[in-house]
């Protein structure tokens, strides 16, 4: 008994405490990021919509399945009035082969979309389609939107 108590309470060792060592700290602060892309999120919900084509265009409706789409293809619009619009930009339709060969980036396997307003003349949309075939490009396609079930 008289033994521990001349160490001094230190447990017989004799060590001294040289302060508390901390491990290093390997987390990652994620808190910085979430806001990132919180803000990312929010700045492609607003964008987004304003992606589409713009010209205002009063699709028919129709019962095909959506597409798959990996790339953004060409869209060539037609309005009530007849007038030709290659991507947002409107021209003449002597002028549209010529542009489309400007700006197709894979050639005549570039996929082209028609929109064709549904009040617009059947004569006039098929005259569309019909030079762009001609000119050896192969993926045409015509939009439409879903039919809606009521």
Known sequence: MGMSMGMGGRGGRGHRR???HHALMSEINVTPM????LVL???FMVAAPMLTVGVPIDLPDTQAKAMNADTQPITVSINAGGQIYLQETEIPIEELIA????ISKTGYEERIFIR???STDYGTAMKVMARISAAGYK??????????DQ
């Open 18 to 20: 040289r302060g508390r």
């Open 34 to 37: 979430v806001d990132v892309m």
């Open 41 to 43: 999120l929010i700045i």
């Open 99 to 102: 542009k489309l060969q400007a």
């Open 116 to 118: 064709g307003d549904k």
């Open 139 to 148: 993926n045409i396609g015509l939009v439409s939107l879903q039919e809606q």
